[in-house]
């Protein structure tokens, strides 16, 4: 079955650098992309930007320009999601999650229908 | 591209019919998709392109809506339905696939 398996929780100290992964099996994994999603505790879901598993082409939240980096590893069917100089409201739990296309004519539908457990970031001196 | 959803919240009993708004700040076709998510678990897909029901997700759930104003209806609440809800916007340009802030489906 499709999966999508992240890595575990993780404790940083504010300016540190954070990197999750996240592993794919039941699917081709270089046919979808894969975006990432963080929610902050008692908040709600704020996407964080995608990659292309097919040529590595990624599309950053505005936000988080300049602090995220999002690769994949083809040859192990793993994406990574790095954050950097993190702050204290960066604690969240982060998730990946499996971006598809429906094709209808001449338009492309994306939505994210396999979503990994999540990884919990904590931020704190 | 910015989201609101009405309700922010809702009490609502077992068998109500339950209509949940999502307004986009500007025209974004049908390029919108609707997830459910409960406490400690990841959000789960229930509808995209606006109004495709994604496979496995119970027909008592319904997408409609276009351009700006988007509705999600459960024609039937059930117990596991207490969840909260949550819009997000996919259109390709201006990139980025922005959530609305979520609806609490609660139990009256």
């Known amino acids: 079955q499709v999966q999508l398996v992240q890595s575990g929780a993780e404790v940083k100290k504010p300016g540190a650098s954070v990197k999750v992964s996240c592993k794919a099996s039941g699917y081709t994994f270089t046919s979808y992309g894969i975006s990432w999603v963080r929610q902050a505790p008692g908040q709600g879901l704020e996407w964080m930007g995608w990659?292309?598993?097919?040529?590595?082409?990624?599309n950053y939240a505005q936000k988080l320009q300049g602090r995220v980096t999002m690769t994949t590893d083809t040859s192990t069917s793993t994406a990574y999601m790095e954050l950097r100089s993190l702050r204290s409201d960066d604690t969240a739990v982060y998730y990946c999650?499996?971006?598809?296309?429906?094709?209808?004519?001449?338009?492309?539908?994306?939505?994210?229908?396999?979503w990994g457990k999540g990884t919990t970031v904590t931020v704190s001196s | 591209i910015q989201l609101t959803q009405s309700p922010s919240s809702l009490s609502a009993s077992v068998g109500d019919r339950v209509t949940i708004t999502c307004r986009a700040s500007?025209?974004?076709?049908?390029?919108l998709a609707w997830y459910q998510q409960k406490p400690g678990k990841a959000p789960k897909l229930l509808i995209y392109a606006a109004s495709t029901l994604q496979s496995g997700v119970p027909s008592r759930f319904s997408g409609s809506g276009s351009g700006t104003d988007f509705t999600l209806t459960i024609s039937s609440l059930q117990p596991e339905d207490f969840a909260t809800y949550y819009c997000q916007q996919l259109n390709s340009y201006p990139p980025g696939f922005t959530f609305g802030p979520g609806t609490k489906v609660d139990i009256k």
């Open positions: 500007q025209g974004i076709s049908s390029y």
């Open positions: 999650a499996g971006l598809s296309i429906a094709v209808a004519g001449t338009y492309y539908y994306y939505y994210m229908d396999v």
């Open positions: 990659i292309s598993a097919y040529n590595g082409n990624t």
